[in-house]
């Protein structure tokens, strides 16, 4: 398994297919527990970080994940923009001279991503944010010895996606809600499913 610069693009371009397809979806999910505003600044965001890699000729995974998490921290309105950017702006110094990306530097690479969220959002798995599946994914690769199926990496993400509905939110805007905020799917966990479907499509295909 290697991520080379041509797959990280890809890694985009896929994730905003995802995220344009679901934009009223995360709006709605959004309107229950938050701001009504995630679809629209993900959508925003996702597509201008694909303008902005779309034609460059990158050298490097860490130069292509450098750029996205810059725009994504410019273009994408409220927490979500920061937090994004600032997983893959910590993935791209993780993983700044490994060329290709293995198995091992894309591990760190997340893992690294994962922390930086959870200083910025001051959060940690449990608490209905990202970080429920970002730590999954983390977790499930930490097993792995040096591959991993993309199916099962799909699927982590979903698990952990799902089960957010059942968790009473205790940070970001969802806190406010309280107890009201259970039973609703956290909209940064379903991003961030968007985020590992797309990376395990872009492997399978790679692996063709």
Same mark, same amino acid.
């Given at each position: 398994m290697k991520i080379?610069?041509? =797959?990280?693009?890809?890694?985009? &371009?896929?994730?905003?297919?995802k995220i344009q397809a679901n934009k009223?979806?995360?709006? &709605?999910?959004? =309107?229950a527990i938050g701001d009504s505003d995630h679809g629209i600044n993900m959508a925003r965001g996702f597509q201008e970080t694909v303008n902005k890699l779309t034609g460059q000729d990158y050298e490097t995974v860490?130069?292509?994940?450098? #750029? /996205?998490?810059?725009?994504?921290?410019?273009?994408?309105?409220?927490a979500s923009g920061p937090l994004f950017g600032t997983a893959?702006?910590?993935?791209?110094?993780?993983?700044? %001279?490994k060329e290709p990306v293995d198995y091992d530097a894309l591990t760190n690479g997340l893992e690294e991503g994962l922390q930086g969220v959870k200083g910025r959002?001051? /959060?940690?798995?449990g608490e209905k944010t990202m970080v429920d599946v970002w730590s999954s994914v983390?977790?499930?690769?930490?097993?792995? &010895? %040096?591959?991993?199926?993309? #199916?099962?990496? *799909? #699927?982590?993400?979903?698990? /952990?996606? &799902?089960q957010t509905k059942g968790m009473m939110a205790t940070k970001g805007r969802a806190a406010y809600f309280k107890e009201k905020s259970i039973g609703h799917i956290d909209?940064? *966990?379903? *991003?961030?499913?968007?985020?590992f479907d797309a990376l395990a499509e872009v492997l399978k295909e790679a692996e063709q």
């Open positions: 080379q610069t041509e =797959q990280s693009v890809q890694w985009f &371009e896929k994730i905003n297919e009223e979806y995360l709006t &709605e999910l959004d =309107q860490s130069d292509v994940m450098k #750029d /996205a998490a810059m725009t994504l921290i410019s273009k994408v309105g409220g893959f702006l910590k993935f791209s110094m993780a993983v700044k %001279g959002g001051k /959060a940690t798995t983390v977790a499930y690769l930490k097993q792995g &010895e %040096g591959s991993f199926e993309t #199916d099962r990496l *799909s #699927d982590t993400a979903k698990k /952990a996606m &799902e909209p940064g *966990s379903v *991003s961030s499913f968007y985020v």
